[in-house]
């Protein structure tokens, strides 16, 4: 009897314990209350408001109704190695001035399920990461942004740490999970007196990485500076916008103060830590100003590490003064830069380089690109940044290696070098191609293919050895130069490809934008299965059309005349001349030596005006002709312009690379017109 009822007391007990609520596992709403997860050496807990926290290792948070946002909050905190682990799924929060997700110094891994939203309104990012470590995983989607107000700053990181404080922890995005990051967080911030310009602000934190430096109470610069690690790799697919002038998509950010009459901040986030994609991720990083794509923020030194290998795929892209991947506007590059791998790569801006470094900032001695394995890549500046090197008025103090089956186009549209420096600006460092590498370095105009931007010394090195196959050009027009980009990119020469867009059945419609912009159209008509000879056809159209309608601003065809005559080299591209004359419906003369006939016009209009002797050096001056260039560093200013001093014959003399008219003298620049005044307003 004694045996039966401790076996029934056994049995009651386990029942009873099978039967108790576990909190190991439990659902929390976010509509309830602002939520801490606690991580210890004891396990995890929750806490929701003013409740005790509740034992529960599996913690998921979601919500009633994602459809409508709430201001409640996700806090971690941990103690020494312990790891929180969260799942969200369809959660929306705006959080107003505070983050929606604070990790700070503690240590999380997020799994991500369903559709999520996260967005601040302050100076805190919307999902906060300083010093500790944080893993981004799962299947779903995880969107963070700020939307900026008039009279709020908005200097954070979307994903990353706050304004003032450095990101010296750790961000690893992987699984299949999908990030963008955006908004709009480039607010102007006055005194609040309508007026008073008396204080303002202009500024902006990355989309993933640091937020912008900010000011201590002696109105230093504090914080700002990214030293820790970005990785992103598995299946992920990452869209990181800085959402702002100022912020790298993928790295630092930039803060401009002024208080009248003096400057008192202007300063951008340094990069010392490192970034890394890899696995099968696909990244767009994208700045829409003075920051790199992918690097800094404006003035902010890229002296840390960039990853790019496995079977990554890779879209960074400054639309402003920054580098597509590597430095900003007057940020040096004197870090390493690595694509390796079967990386794709897509690196372009408007005058910075491609890769490398931005709009009046140099690729130091220290900086250094290595491109290798089998990846491609496509880097391109649109105006006077080299394709890959130094910004427009950028030196190339480095080292450039392109090694392996690498596959590299790289161009500038206008001035500077395809691979080596900005306009203005000397390559001094060093060039290697070897192996099987396959390159293409093309010059808009006066920019050499491979070496010096235009009016530059060359005073480096170049040296090509093994299998390499190197082609140099200069002096493409614009046109002519993107549509060989293009060609080189999908595998022909410039004829191969004209030839056949003469026989696409359904060229493809790419608009009327210019040629330097369609890199993803032209890789999404690839993806939806158009023929080359398709592409080749569309971008001969879009070619024409940009030129009629927003260089020409034709409003019809018969504004052109019933008898048209072709020039310039462009025209000698066959599919090209067939596409203007299908768009204006009308025969089209192109004479044999159609790009010399600038030349011919220029020569004929000298013979027809000339007054007197001609000024031109004849043949004995040429024979007498004497050249002699020095390079040295102005003392003038703190700028320390490296100067080119261009002795020519009976002492006269020419000085490039200055950025003002200090180095002519007072009394040479006393009454002269100052180009660099014009240049600059």
Known sequence: MKLKRTIISIVALMLAVCLMPTALAATWYLEDGDITVIADENGQSVKQGSNSAVADSDTVITQRDSEKATDNTITVSTEGDAEANITIKDINIASGADSAIDVGDSNLNLTVEGENKLNADGDSAALRVSSGDL????????????????????????IGSNAGEDMSGNIHITGDVT????????????????????????????????????????????????????????????????????????????????????????????????????????????????????GTGGEGEMSGTINIGDNASVNADSTGSGAGIGSSLWGGMSGTINIDGNADVT?????????????????????????????????????????????????????????????????????????????????????????NADVTAVSGKNGAGIGSGCEASFKGTIIISGNAKVTA????????????????????????????????????????????????????????????ENIAAGLSVSVVKNALYKVIRCANAENLGKHIVAQGGTFLNDCVLRAFEQEIGADVIRPKFAPLMGAYGAALFALENVHGQSGIIDRA??????????????????????????????????????????????????????????KRQ
């Open 135 to 158: 893993t981004i995983d799962g299947t779903g989607s995880l969107t963070a942004e700020h939307n900026g107000r008039e009279g709020i700053l908005q200097d954070s990181a979307k």
């Open 179 to 294: 990030v963008t990051t955006g908004g709009n967080n480039s607010v102007y911030h006055d005194s609040g007196v309508p007026g008073d310009e008396k204080f303002g602000t202009l500024s902006g934190g990355a989309g993933i990485g640091a937020g912008a430096i900010a000011e201590d109470e002696n109105r230093n610069a504090q914080g700002g500076n990214m030293s820790g690690t970005i990785t992103i790799d598995g299946n992920a697919t990452v869209n990181a916008s800085a959402g702002n002038k100022y912020g790298a998509g993928i790295g630092t950010g930039r803060v401009r103060t002024w208080r009248s009459p003096w400057m008192n901040l202007d300063d951008g986030g340094d990069m010392s830590g490192t970034i890394t994609i890899g696995g099968n991720a696909k990244v767009t990083a994208k700045s829409e100003g003075s920051a790199a794509g992918m």
């Open 347 to 435: 690196a372009t801006s408007n005058s910075g380089a491609g890769i490398g470094s931005g709009n009046d900032s140099d690729v130091t001695k220290t900086g250094t690109i290595n491109i290798g394995g089998n990846a491609k890549v496509f880097a391109f500046s649109k105006y006077d940044g080299a394709g890959i090197g130094g910004g427009n008025e950028g030196n190339m103090n480095g080292t450039i290696n392109i090694r392996g089956n690498a596959k590299v186009i790289a161009a500038s549209g206008r001035k500077g070098a395809g691979i080596g420096a900005g306009d203005e600006e000397n390559l001094n460092g060093t060039v290697t191609i070897t192996d």
């Open 621 to 678: 001056g040429l024979r007498e002709f004497h050249h002699e260039a020095k390079a040295f560093n102005c003392s003038g200013c703190a700028n320390h312009c490296a100067l080119t001093v261009n002795t020519f014959s009976g002492g006269r003399k020419y000085i490039a690379g200055n950025r003002c008219s200090k180095p002519l003298g007072t009394a040479a620049a006393k009454g002269i017109y100052n180009l660099y005044d014009y």
């Open 473 to 532: 050009r200069t002096g493409v027009s614009e046109y002519d130069g993107n549509l060989y980009t293009f060609a080189a990119a999908l595998g022909y020469t410039p004829e191969q490809f004209a030839k056949l867009g003469l026989f696409a059945d359904a060229p493809v419609d790419l608009g009327s934008r210019c040629t330097v912009f369609m890199n993803s159209s032209v890789k999404q008509a690839q993806k939806d299965g158009a023929s080359i």
